[in-house]
């Protein structure tokens, strides 16, 4: 009896040795491909500069997911496009626009998304600025002196220099001045535009309406010729952002009587209601295919740029991630499944359609784990108010190697995630969904939705930590023997309200954008 005990005892020991060296083995082999065979740059060019921005309802979009799909079919998982509602289709054409008057100059500028188009002969017109008013009612009449103009409605920048360049190289004296003079400059063009009584949304429309020829904006970010990239509110006259320097330039020529004149050609094309998707690949589970861990990434961008690190190394990870699991783990425990949401630009839409849409896989989440804000090495984990998230992230990133845990500092058990980025959809479904937050590399400022947001913003090296950390942490999760809990914390009272707070809400998606008013 006592032989049989010791034989089992030597078995169960002999055993746990080769799972550990098993472990082991396929944890430096995750390394190990990631820095002898990292597919990353060709990923990064392939999506970046061949497919291009990923707008929702654009040609690109459709051309990204289906990309998607043919190289994760390529890498023998079964890969597809789920749609998940429609939204106005757009594509952007070419953009040019020349100052042709006082004299000729091209300009740096670029059509807003969803902006209309001028037709291939474009628009000839004057430039003039916002007209002041003492009241809405004031502003009524005055508006009408638009009409047959471009309209310049952004406030002209002091300086394009950024305050980090002011405080190296000014004194000072000059640093506080140029700030108390922004400062000032900022409240006398707020107080402007409140006066006109009309939102961010209303006024280019009512500047349609009163026969202007286009609208030109300059929406700043803080950083050498950088600006932010969003939509535009007009329904048949163009919606253009100009640089910085060029819409100052425009700007003091109108303030002064020089009366510059535009060209504007802007050959965008609307394409009516599209279809709008996700794509999901999976590598399915050998002992319990209906749990998953779940690698998160949004795959649209807006197109001021190419969306290079939003959230083009998000998805690069988890591509690269599932590419290397794949060829090292090909036959998990658990299901481990990639979703490229579409839409999350204007709120979490592709992964809200996902977790409404598919209960059973919701209800199988053993781990989610998100990538998204920019380039950066992945440097906080939060246990977004699950409370034994420590318990399982912490034995999962115990193995994770200490060149790449040394950088990252965790908060257990945190607060739940409320939006931000798609990991937010599954928490507040329940899901233990966990956001890789990474280092800045002035993320907010020169890239986070701007014209800047290009390929030679990624650092590759960065990039390649957060596969090594998401490989391995996927691997643990899947390979873990015990199902991970779900408990949630007690929220405190908000010192506000007074009110005890409460786990955020399950919401659906917009199922179908940027048709009407409301969207």
């Given at each position: 009896m006592i032989r049989n005990l010791v034989l089992v005892s030597l078995l169960f020991i002999s055993v746990n040795i080769i799972t550990a060296q098993e472990k082991q083995a396929i944890i430096a082999n995750i390394v190990k491909e990631v820095n002898t065979n990292s597919q990353l740059e060709k990923l990064a060019h392939e999506l970046l500069d061949v497919v291009g921005p990923r707008l929702v309802g654009s040609p690109q979009m459709k051309n990204a997911h289906d990309w998607a799909v043919k190289k994760y079919s390529g890498w023998g998982m079964d890969a597809r496009n789920e749609q998940w509602g429609t939204w106005r289709g757009w594509e952007r054409g070419i953009t040019h626009v020349d100052m042709v008057s006082p004299r000729v100059q091209s300009l740096e500028a670029r059509q807003l998304a969803w902006s209309p188009s001028t037709g291939k002969k474009g628009v000839t017109a004057e430039v003039v600025i916002l007209p002041e008013a003492k009241d809405s009612a004031d502003f009524a009449q005055k508006i009408k002196s638009v009409k047959g103009k471009f309209v310049l409605i952004s406030m002209p920048q002091p300086t394009g220099r950024p305050d980090e360049n002011w405080e190296k190289w000014a004194t000072e004296e000059s640093f506080e001045k140029m700030k108390k003079d922004r400062d000032s400059l900022n409240d006398l063009f707020n107080e402007k535009m409140q006066q006109n009584g009309l939102g961010r949304r209303e006024l280019p429309r009512a500047l349609e309406a009163a026969g202007a020829e286009g609208i030109i904006s300059s929406y700043w970010s803080r950083g050498f010729g950088v600006n932010k990239v969003f939509s535009a509110y007009t329904e048949d006259i163009p919606t253009i952002d100009?640089?910085?320097?060029?819409?100052?330039?425009?700007?003091?020529?109108?303030?002064?009587?020089?009366?510059?004149?535009?060209?504007?050609?802007?050959?965008?094309?609307?394409?009516?209601?599209?279809?709008?998707?996700?794509?999901?690949?999976?590598?399915?589970?050998?002992?319990?295919?209906?749990?998953?861990?779940?690698?998160?990434?949004?795959?649209?961008?807006?197109?001021?740029?190419?969306?290079?690190?939003?959230?083009?190394?998000?998805?690069?990870?988890?591509?690269?991630?599932?590419?290397?699991?794949?060829?090292?783990?090909?036959?998990?425990?658990?299901?481990?499944?990639?979703?490229?949401?579409?839409?999350?630009?204007?709120?979490?839409?592709?992964?809200?359609?996902?977790?409404?849409?598919?209960?059973?896989?919701?209800?199988?989440?053993?781990?989610?784990?998100?990538?998204?804000?920019?380039?950066?090495?992945?440097?906080?984990?939060?246990?977004?108010?699950?409370?034994?998230?420590?318990?399982?992230?912490?034995?999962?990133?115990?193995?994770?190697?200490?060149?790449?845990?040394?950088?990252?500092?965790?908060?257990?058990?945190?607060?739940?995630?409320?939006?931000?980025?798609?990991?937010?959809?599954?928490?507040?479904?329940?899901?233990?969904?966990?956001?890789?937050?990474?280092?800045?590399?002035?993320?907010?400022?020169?890239?986070?939705?701007?014209?800047?947001?290009?390929?030679?913003?990624?650092?590759?090296?960065?990039?390649?930590?957060?596969?090594?950390?998401?490989?391995?942490?996927a691997y643990m999760a899947s390979e873990d023997e015990a199902t991970t809990s779900r408990e949630q914390i007690i929220l405190p009272v908000n010192r506000r309200s007074g009110e005890q707070m409460t786990w955020p809400e399950a919401r659906d998606a917009t199922r179908k954008g940027g048709l009407d008013d409301e969207d």
């Open positions: 100009v640089s910085l320097e060029d819409y100052g330039m425009l700007y003091r020529l109108a303030a002064n009587g020089d009366k510059p004149e535009l060209k504007i050609v802007a050959e965008s094309q609307e394409l009516g209601e599209v279809p709008t998707f996700n794509t999901i690949a999976e590598i399915k589970g050998s002992e319990k295919p209906d749990e998953y861990v779940i690698l998160s990434a949004h795959f649209d961008s807006w197109d001021g740029a190419t969306g290079a690190t939003d959230n083009g190394t998000g998805t690069l990870v988890m591509m690269e991630t599932m590419r290397i699991l794949k060829k090292l783990y090909p036959n998990p425990k658990r299901t481990i499944l990639v979703g490229h949401w579409g839409s999350e630009e204007q709120g979490l839409n592709g992964s809200r359609a996902f977790v409404k849409d598919h209960p059973e896989i919701v209800e199988g989440v053993q781990a989610l784990f998100n990538q998204d804000n920019g380039t950066g090495r992945v440097e906080n984990i939060s246990g977004n108010g699950f409370l034994h998230a420590y318990d399982y992230i912490g034995r999962w990133l115990y193995e994770v190697p200490e060149e790449v845990t040394k950088h990252i500092e965790t908060n257990f058990p945190g607060t739940p995630g409320r939006g931000g980025s798609d990991y937010a959809s599954f928490v507040a479904a329940g899901v233990p969904a966990f956001n890789l937050s990474s280092l800045s590399w002035d993320y907010w400022n020169y890239t986070w939705h701007t014209n800047r947001d290009t390929y030679d913003k990624i650092v590759f090296d960065d990039v390649k930590n957060n596969v090594i950390l998401t490989a391995v942490l």
